[in-house]
């Protein structure tokens, strides 16, 4: 970590892997005492050197008083950017230790929970896309009986006390006597990586996190680090159980209470299930199902924007603070707004894409490198239009529309680019 309080030139931290930035970048990392020059001298100097460039750290998110989450990653964008957002490894998971800590130097405890067993109870407060937790899988596995029966066998032949960890958790499908089958049918959390086999692993910690209809908090799996995160979604107090979706949240309560049932056991209370009355609440939850898988099946643009724009629209409405799904909303409508040549809604479609992504997977998770191209992706067509109309006013002077093209281009690009900075910092708000 000594990178970080290197002088403003040695601190430059080119990223082994351009992979992590989508086609590599640049990491600068430095101290909050010499921020406010530095960023000066880097905006004016540094980034017509390198051509485009991203910063993320601490101290410029505390300098630019961006809110705790984004305290991972602040991104400038030079004109020429061409990786709007990189990872400073080092000093993330440093951050990252240090911002999962609470006052009682714990981001969550693990508590009995009334009616739903033990549970992870906030120490702290959390902002949306705040990291609560990063766990490494004890076990991988799969849903077939030889893939369950070879990891009951690696659970039954651990060290003592890890054996006596995988025990205490919750066997729901056991009557007397828990098993590691039973442990593992009612832990095992699916690691999406895109594989047909259904993949589930086994948590110590991320397993004790109950489930809720309208959950706080979400997973992500990162499948080259080989590890579970859990991201706030939501403002999350201090004293509230940190809950995450265990099932499809876009079904009425009748599905959910069913699934939830047949594959954990219980009866779910919480608030939307417990809403007295739910009709409202289920009408929207059954569209917004019937909406999503439509999006997969429209055949023109125009149709999946109008999908893409009530999704949007009904997620706000029923209040559901897990971001992947206006995600999902936002990769379908950017496309579609790019093959119609809609130009004014396709950066919107990019910003609130890139905003769900950093908040439901965080900064350095590939699904969040895509949406922050396409929010790239504005600005450079904004520079070019700026670049190519200013060189048509050189050339013909008189032509007054070239110059007001180059104004507007130019105004709309840093429209665009104080925009991107604005949302990034609600994050909290939205
Ligand atoms: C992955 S475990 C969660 C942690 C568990 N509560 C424990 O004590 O270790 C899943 C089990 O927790 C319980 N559970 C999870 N969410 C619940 C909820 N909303 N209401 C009641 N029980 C819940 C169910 O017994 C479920 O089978």
């Not at 309080?5 to 086609?23: A, E, I, M, P, Q």
């Not at 929207?284 to 999503?292: D, H, I, M, Q, V």
Request: charged share 25%; proline share 3%; aromatic share 8%.
């Amino acid at each position: 970590m000594a990178q970080r309080f290197v002088s403003l030139r040695s601190s430059w931290h080119r990223v082994r892997d351009s992979s992590d930035l989508n086609g590599g970048g640049i990491v600068k990392l430095c101290s909050a005492r010499k921020l406010p020059n530095e960023l000066k001298q880097l905006r004016k100097q540094e980034a017509r050197a390198i051509g485009g460039y991203c910063l993320l750290l601490p101290a410029i998110a505390k300098f630019m008083s961006l809110s705790q989450w984004t305290q991972k990653i602040c991104v400038f964008c030079a004109q020429r950017v061409k990786t709007p957002v990189a990872v400073a490894e080092a000093a993330s998971k440093e951050q990252d230790a240090a911002s999962v800590r609470g006052r009682k130097g714990k981001a969550f405890e693990i508590v009995e929970v009334e009616g739903s067993g033990l549970g992870a109870v906030a120490c702290k407060d959390f902002h949306p896309g705040e990291l609560v937790l990063t766990e490494e899988p004890l076990c991988k596995f799969e849903s077939s009986d030889a893939s369950l029966r070879m990891v009951e066998r690696k659970c039954a032949n651990l060290p003592d006390d890890l054996r006596k960890k995988v025990l205490s958790l919750e066997d729901s499908f056991s009557f007397d006597t828990k098993t590691f089958r039973g442990i593992l049918e009612t832990n095992g959390m699916v690691c999406e990586s895109g594989s047909d086999s259904d993949p589930k692993a086994l948590f110590l910690e991320v397993s004790r996190f109950n489930h809720s209809c309208n959950a706080n908090c979400d997973y992500s799996w990162r499948d080259r680090q080989n590890c579970m995160d859990i991201y706030a979604q939501t403002i999350i107090r201090a004293g509230e159980e940190l809950c995450i979706p265990y099932i499809d949240l876009r079904e009425p309560r009748q599905v959910r209470q069913q699934l939830l049932k047949e594959n954990w056991r219980f009866r779910c209370r919480c608030e939307v299930c417990c809403l007295k009355d739910f009709s409202e609440s289920d009408r929207r939850r059954l569209r917004l199902g019937e909406l999503s898988a439509l999006l997969y099946s429209s055949r023109t643009s125009g149709r999946t924007l109008r999908i893409a724009k009530k999704l949007l629209k009904l997620y706000n409405d029923e209040h559901i603070s897990a971001q992947s799904y206006k995600l999902e909303a936002c990769k379908f409508g950017y496309r579609a707004s790019l093959d119609l040549n809609d130009n004014e809604i396709a950066p919107r479609f990019a910003q609130l894409g890139l905003k769900s992504a950093m908040i439901c997977h965080g900064p350095e998770h590939e699904e969040t490198q895509a949406p922050a191209v396409w929010a790239s992706n504005g600005l450079c067509a904004s520079t070019a239009s700026i670049v190519l109309s200013s060189v048509l006013s050189i050339f013909f002077p008189l032509n007054s529309i070239g110059f007001l093209g180059s104004l507007d281009a130019h105004v709309r690009s840093e429209t665009l680019f104080f925009r991107t900075c604005i949302s990034l910092r609600g994050f909290a708000i939205f």
